[in-house]
């Protein structure tokens, strides 16, 4: 099935759950707009919020593919419940799950679009600069310390994404060019995966990717893609 959940302020509390699940195969879930917020048919929201007791869940229970989640705002997002897109646990591959905010991101806790007797989906996070590092006790930061910021700039911390990596299920952390930073993304500290199947990580920035730590991979491969200057405009490269 298909829900949307849409509004200019959109939050699921409490205990809340919003389930579109499906036996043989996950549907469709858009809580304050659709995909990086492009689509006109859809209202976007301008805050939205999953708080920490909630579920959102796309996933296929027996044989299917992993549905889409979608969160989103055009100001501030605040991610912290569970959200889920997986494969079926018979087969199937997982789905598609994003949690963005055009000015401002902040998660938690790590989506899941593993599937277990398939191939992994994507979880795709979408915000303005982003540091990617272990600890997050930086300026404009709140929060202990994941995905936390309080301008244009965000953090996502290593642990969320070897979490997330480490269950198989495939990371994209992609840039916005909304607010008054470069759209860059910095590989602050080391990212290693250790355990789990195969999955990849994608980063793609409106302009530079720097990558000042290791990446690594001790169980499973690990596909490593690296877009700098994906709006094309001339400016941005890979600095290793």
Do not use: C
Request: aromatic share 4%; glycine share 16%; no cysteine.
């Amino acid at each position: 099935g298909t829900v949307h959940m849409l509004g200019v302020e959109v939050g699921v509390t409490g205990t809340g759950s919003i389930d579109a699940s499906g036996a043989t195969g996950g549907g469709t879930i858009l809580v304050g707009g659709d995909y990086q917020g492009k689509n006109p048919n859809i209202q976007n929201a301008r805050f939205t919020y999953i708080g920490p007791e909630t579920t959102i869940k796309a996933n296929a229970t027996k044989v299917g593919a992993g549905g889409t989640a979608i969160i989103w705002a055009d100001d501030a997002t605040r991610v912290y419940g569970r959200i889920e897109a997986k494969g079926g646990v018979d087969g199937g591959d997982g789905g598609f799950i994003e949690t963005s905010g055009k000015q401002f991101l902040d998660v938690t806790r790590a989506a899941d679009a593993s599937a277990p007797k398939g191939r992994a989906g994507t979880w795709l996070l979408d915000p303005n600069d982003i540091t990617i590092q272990t600890a997050g006790a930086d300026t404009n930061i709140t929060g202990n310390p994941d995905f936390s910021s309080t301008a244009d700039s965000s953090i996502v911390t290593t642990g969320t994404i070897q979490t997330a990596l480490n269950a198989g299920t495939s990371v994209s952390i992609t840039t916005s060019g909304g607010g008054a930073k470069n759209g860059d993304i910095t590989v602050a500290s080391a990212i290693t995966k250790t355990a789990g199947t195969d999955a990849s990580l994608t980063l793609s920035a409106h302009n530079n990717i720097n990558l000042n730590a290791s990446i690594t991979s001790t169980t499973g491969q690990l596909n490593m893609v690296f877009n700098s200057d994906s709006d094309t405009s001339g400016a941005g490269a890979v600095v290793l």
